[in-house]
């Protein structure tokens, strides 16, 4: 028998009632979604169809176990769509979901994590008891974690700010110790939001729980070498020697000029002179020539506290013809 379905449209006088169906008697249905063969013995006998629309039908072919899986499907050897080699395809799924599972793999989200990032103004090599401002300058990206909920600043293992949320900037004044001068961020940040897969479901591993992340910049504090020409007369305290040129280097150059007769290199007691090569004297050494003073043993750092050092003065009796060139070199006590 045939039987047209189609919405709206009325099935008369089909009465089952005295239909006894063998196994092998089929009706075909026609729809606007095509033909199907339909086994006549899963449709419940004695009952009369009339009024049949389309998602009428559907429940009662649903309810007849017609277009389900009426057993598990192991698959074996293949792969398709979601459907793995291995996997089962469970009992009652329908051929849409069996088309759907065939067609559509599922994709797990990608979760990135959070950045953190800090900028400092100040750079290169400071002398011990400078005082400076430093600014700093801090960037969160929270990408698929949370937003920031509380940021620290700290000098060393001094907390220099504690506040809620994010705090992006930080002026502080700093007064330069010998060493590592490290500042460092702690930003706490809240856990981020479930991401979905490529099928709209909810994928919870991987998700980016609530933590924080740290980052440190260092300004480097040292005590300044300092050297030059210093005209007729021998120094007689720390402030004369402050007063020439400064290096952190351990080898830099003085240039004698062709006026003074006295020079002056000073160091912390942490270095000693190694070598003063004249360039202009066929590399003469002449390191011998600069005498440690026992006149002057402390130099003043940049916040007037004195500092042990050592003092080496070369006084000649002339000066020289022409500004000479003396290659320093320091070494560690």
Do not use: C
């Given at each position: 028998?045939?039987?047209?379905?189609?919405?709206?449209?009325?099935?008369?006088?089909?009465?089952?009632?005295?239909?006894?169906?063998?196994?092998?008697?089929?009706?075909?249905?026609?729809?606007?979604?095509?033909?199907?063969?339909?086994?006549?013995?899963?449709?419940?006998?004695?009952?009369?169809?009339?009024?049949?629309?389309?998602?009428?039908?559907?429940?009662?072919t649903?309810?007849?176990?017609?277009g389900?899986?009426?057993?598990?499907?192991?698959?074996?050897?293949?792969s398709?769509?979601?459907?793995?080699?291995?996997?089962?395809?469970?009992?009652?799924?329908?051929?849409?979901?069996?088309?759907?599972?065939?067609?559509?793999?599922?994709?797990?989200?990608?979760?990135?994590?959070?950045?953190?990032?800090?900028?400092?103004?100040?750079?290169?090599?400071?002398?011990?008891?400078?005082?400076?401002i430093v600014?700093?300058?801090?960037?969160?990206?929270?990408?698929?974690?949370?937003?920031?909920n509380?940021?620290?600043?700290?000098?060393?293992?001094?907390?220099?700010?504690?506040?809620?949320?994010?705090?992006?900037e930080?002026?502080?004044?700093?007064?330069?110790?010998?060493?590592?001068n490290?500042?460092?961020?702690?930003?706490?940040?809240?856990?981020?939001?479930?991401?979905?897969?490529?099928?709209?479901?909810?994928?919870?591993a991987?998700?980016?729980?609530?933590?924080?992340?740290?980052?440190?910049?260092?300004?480097?504090?040292?005590?300044?070498?300092?050297?030059?020409?210093?005209?007729?007369?021998?120094?007689?305290?720390?402030?004369?020697?402050?007063?020439?040129?400064?290096?952190?280097?351990?080898?830099?150059?003085?240039n004698?000029?062709?006026?003074?007769?006295?020079?002056?290199i000073?160091?912390?007691?942490?270095?000693?002179?190694?070598?003063?090569?004249?360039?202009?004297?066929?590399?003469?050494?002449?390191?011998?020539?600069?005498?440690?003073?026992?006149?002057?043993?402390?130099?003043?750092?940049?916040?007037?506290?004195?500092?042990?050092?050592?003092?080496?003065?070369?006084?000649?009796?002339?000066?020289?013809?022409?500004?000479?060139?003396?290659?320093?070199?320091?070494?560690?006590?």
């Amino acid at each position: 028998m045939v039987v047209n379905v189609d919405t709206g449209e009325r099935v008369k006088d089909l009465d089952l009632e005295s239909f006894a169906p063998g196994d092998d008697e089929y009706m075909l249905l026609d729809s606007d979604k095509g033909t199907q063969r339909v086994k006549v013995k899963n449709v419940v006998a004695g009952k009369k169809l009339e009024h049949v629309a389309n998602e009428d039908l559907k429940n009662k072919t649903d309810d007849a176990g017609i277009g389900v899986s009426t057993e598990e499907i192991q698959v074996i050897g293949t792969s398709i769509g979601a459907i793995e080699d291995g996997s089962t395809i469970p009992v009652g799924t329908s051929i849409n979901d069996f088309l759907k599972m065939a067609s559509q793999k599922r994709i797990a989200p990608v979760y990135i994590a959070p950045t953190l990032s800090m900028a400092i103004d100040q750079s290169g090599t400071k002398e011990v008891g400078e005082s400076v401002i430093v600014n700093l300058s801090t960037t969160y990206n929270n990408n698929d974690a949370g937003a920031a909920n509380r940021t620290r600043y700290y000098l060393g293992a001094s907390v220099i700010e504690d506040q809620s949320g994010l705090a992006t900037e930080k002026t502080h004044a700093l007064s330069v110790a010998e060493g590592s001068n490290t500042y460092k961020v702690v930003v706490d940040y809240n856990a981020g939001a479930v991401k979905n897969d490529n099928l709209g479901d909810p994928w919870p591993a991987g998700q980016i729980p609530a933590g924080s992340l740290e980052v440190n910049r260092t300004l480097s504090g040292a005590f300044a070498h300092f050297y030059g020409a210093n005209g007729n007369t021998t120094p007689t305290d720390g402030a004369s020697v402050r007063a020439l040129s400064k290096s952190f280097s351990t080898s830099f150059t003085l240039n004698t000029g062709a006026t003074d007769k006295v020079f002056v290199i000073a160091v912390p007691t942490t270095k000693v002179l190694d070598t003063v090569i004249d360039q202009d004297a066929l590399n003469a050494n002449i390191t011998a020539s600069f005498v440690l003073s026992a006149t002057v043993t402390t130099v003043p750092d940049a916040s007037g506290a004195d500092v042990n050092y050592n003092v080496y003065v070369m006084e000649n009796a002339v000066a020289f013809p022409s500004n000479h060139r003396l290659l320093i070199t320091l070494k560690n006590a």
